[in-house]
Structure formats: structure tokens, C-alpha cells
T-cell receptor, first 112, second 112 residues
Framework: QKEVEQDPGPLSVPEGAIVSLNCTYS??????FMWYRQYSRKGPELLMY????GNKEDGRFTAQVDKSSKYISLFIRDSQPSDSATYLC????????????FGKGTTLSVSS | GAVVSQHPSWVICKSGTSVKIECRSL??????MFWYRQFPKQSLMLMAT?????????EQGVEKDKFLINHASLTLSTLTVTSAHPEDSSFYIC????????FGPGTRLTVL
């Protein structure tokens, strides 16, 4: 079993839809959870950064972490064509200087 | 804030030559920088962890004599691909760590 599992998709939705992206993990020592967005031929861009369990909201994005279930989610409300990208979940045991463990990424396509 | 740059953004070289890629944190100091490579439609693969003023730690299977990493200051790390071959062609991405990892835009290396 891989440390981090993420469905690669592709996921196709119409503009305005609510998108749900998910990852599961096996290492209970993970404390920090990130979501990155990566456009083709670009570096990953940090979207959300959360510590331990709970919810965090930033604009149209909401990140949820359920450590008891080892499950994290990213919700995108009112999805836009510009949201079309690959979304990578990542997690680590420690903070700065600690290696991240990435999911394989989910490719999202939002059609207008 | 938390901007990371890479130079060059793309490079084409002949087989057998060496290529240097620079990674800079522009508005913060990073004790730790990371180097990744990414093949098409795949997730990021960690190559090495670089701490300022000390030797880099390489992941299993990554040749340290082929991929030379120097982290001479808190804002600059370099990756040199020595005696490059076509199989080294890839997308190389660095990240700099403060609270979490912030990624550069990537460098596309093509070895002919």
C-alpha cells in the first residue's frame, strides 16, 4: 500500500460545479497537509496548508482533514475553466525542512 | 510572498555536457531546499534534500556524482547535471522551505 493514495482522474465538470478532490494516507504520523495546483509545464503552486484535523477555507477553496479516517479533501466551489489543472495532495510529519509525500495528482478539467 | 525562482526555465544541451540549474528564494531565507524531477503525467519525485552549508542528502537511486547539489547561501541552491544523457531529459523543480515548501516554476532539460 502506498503511503498516499490519490485518484488520478481525469475529472471533468461543467463550469460552476462543486469539485471534491480526495486523498487517503496510511502514516498516522503525518501532521501537516497541503494541496498544490500544477498547471502544465509549471511548478506546483501552494493552495492550502493545514495542520492536524479540521477545516480551512480560503475563497472558493476549502480543505478538510480527518486524521481519524486518514482522509483529506479539497473542495472547489463555483469552479472555473481556469481551475483546470492537476491537483496534488502532499503531507509531512514535520514542518519546515521535512520531506513531503505526494499523491499522484488528480487532473481536473472544467468546461465552460 | 514566498516566491521561488529557477533559472533557466528551459535548456537544450548535447549529450556529455554539464548543465547547471539555479534555484533562488526571492523574498525569504530557506535553510532547506529540495530538488525534484517530474516525468510527463507523473507526480514529483524527490531527488535530494539540501541544507545550507552542508552536503545534500540524496534519495535512494539518485546518483550523487551525477546530480551535484550546492547550497551555498540561504537563498540559493544549484543543481548540476554532469555528463548529461538523453535519459536525464526531464522537468526539474526545486522548492524552498520556510513553513512549508514553495516551488519554483521548473526547468525543462532536453538532452540531445
Amino acid at each position: 500500500q502506498k503511503e498516499v493514495e490519490q485518484d488520478p482522474g481525469p475529472l471533468s465538470v461543467p463550469e460552476g460545479a462543486i469539485v471534491s478532490l480526495n486523498c487517503t494516507y496510511s502514516n498516522s504520523a503525518f501532521q501537516y497537509f497541503m494541496w498544490y495546483r500544477q498547471y502544465s509545464r509549471k511548478g506546483p503552486e501552494l493552495l492550502m496548508y493545514t495542520y492536524s484535523s479540521g477545516n480551512k477555507e480560503d475563497g472558493r477553496f476549502t480543505a478538510q482533514v480527518d486524521k481519524s479516517s486518514k482522509y483529506i479533501s479539497l473542495f472547489i466551489r463555483d469552479s472555473q475553466p481556469s481551475d483546470s489543472a492537476t491537483y496534488l495532495c502532499a503531507m509531512s510529519e514535520g514542518q519546515a525542512g521535512t520531506a513531503l509525500i505526494f499523491g499522484k495528482g488528480t487532473t481536473l478539467s472544467v468546461s465552460s | 510572498g514566498a516566491v521561488v525562482s529557477q533559472h533557466p526555465s528551459w535548456v537544450i544541451c548535447k549529450s556529455g555536457t554539464s548543465v547547471k540549474i539555479e534555484c533562488r528564494s526571492l523574498d525569504f531565507q530557506a535553510t532547506t531546499m529540495f530538488w525534484y524531477r517530474q516525468f510527463p503525467k507523473q507526480s514529483l519525485m524527490l531527488m535530494a534534500t539540501s541544507n545550507e552549508g552542508s552536503k545534500a542528502t540524496y534519495e535512494q537511486g539518485v546518483e550523487k556524482d551525477k546530480f551535484l547539489i550546492n547550497h551555498a547561501s540561504l537563498t540559493l541552491s544549484t543543481l548540476t547535471v554532469t555528463s548529461a544523457h538523453p535519459e536525464d531529459s526531464s522537468f526539474y523543480i526545486c522548492s524552498a522551505s520556510v513553513d512549508t515548501q514553495y516551488f519554483g516554476p521548473g526547468t525543462r532539460l532536453t538532452v540531445l
